[in-house]
């Protein structure tokens, strides 16, 4: 009966269950430790663990949300490196020469004058759209010193990722 209900696998079928994986690990190392954080607190109050979680509930939706932004900021070009590269080893050097390279080419030309070319340094947009969310204010980010509000960082993270996201389904459509 099983094989009657089964279809062919689609470019997309793949793709996104190699994107939640993905995504499954990533959650799992950045956000997981945040709510053990949280109970651990919550456990140890002296406000007692009830009302201790009660009043810093919205952590958990900050803190996920922003964990996010961070998977899209930086599992998108590492999924990119993963899907073009046949060696791990050579993938990872890549992902990291390529990545850091244009951060440090990014921030030279903004502080030559050019802020706008923050936007393209996509560790930046995070750290912004991080601390949007948070509401916190940890450092002074490219986009911010450019005058970019954060909605349009996040904007130009989901164009970084819906154009990765494209590239892969093109690269597993020829495939597959």
Same mark, same amino acid.
Not at 27 to 55: D, K, N
Not at 67 to 78: C, E, F
């Given at each position: /009966?099983?094989?009657?209900?089964?279809?062919?696998?689609?470019?997309?079928?793949?793709?996104?269950?190699?994107?939640?994986? /993905?995504?499954? *690990?990533?959650?799992? +190392?950045?956000?997981?430790?945040?709510?053990?954080?949280?109970? &651990?607190?919550?456990?140890?109050?002296?406000?007692?663990?009830?009302?201790?979680?009660?009043?810093?509930?919205?952590?958990?939706?900050?803190? &996920?949300? @922003?964990?996010?932004?961070?998977? *899209?900021?930086? &599992?998108?070009?590492?999924?990119?490196?993963?899907? +073009?590269?046949?060696?791990?080893?050579?993938?990872?050097? #890549?992902?990291? *020469?390529? +990545?850091?390279?244009?951060?440090?080419?990014?921030?030279?030309?903004?502080?030559?004058?050019?802020?706008?070319?923050?936007? @393209?340094?996509?560790?930046?947009?995070?750290?912004?759209?991080?601390?949007?969310?948070?509401?916190?204010?940890?450092?002074?980010? #490219?986009?911010?010193?450019?005058?970019?509000?954060?909605?349009?960082? #996040?904007? @130009?993270?989901?164009?970084? @990722?819906?154009?990765?996201? /494209?590239? *892969?389904?093109?690269?597993?459509?020829?495939? #597959?």
């Amino acid at each position: /009966m099983a094989v009657y209900a089964s279809r062919p696998l689609r470019a997309t079928d793949y793709v996104a269950a190699r994107a939640a994986s /993905m995504g499954a *690990v990533v959650v799992g +190392f950045v956000w997981l430790p945040h709510l053990v954080l949280l109970i &651990g607190r919550a456990w140890t109050s002296s406000e007692g663990f009830g009302s201790y979680l009660g009043s810093n509930l919205d952590l958990l939706w900050q803190t &996920g949300l @922003a964990t996010l932004v961070y998977l *899209v900021a930086y &599992g998108a070009p590492a999924f990119l490196v993963a899907v +073009f590269s046949s060696r791990p080893a050579l993938g990872v050097f #890549l992902y990291l *020469v390529a +990545f850091y390279s244009v951060v440090v080419t990014v921030e030279a030309i903004a502080s030559a004058g050019y802020e706008i070319a923050g936007l @393209a340094s996509i560790p930046e947009l995070a750290g912004y759209v991080k601390d949007w969310i948070l509401g916190s204010n940890t450092d002074r980010w #490219l986009p911010e010193a450019a005058g970019v509000d954060p909605i349009v960082s #996040l904007g @130009a993270l989901a164009a970084f @990722a819906t154009v990765t996201w /494209m590239i *892969v389904l093109r690269r597993y459509r020829s495939e #597959l």
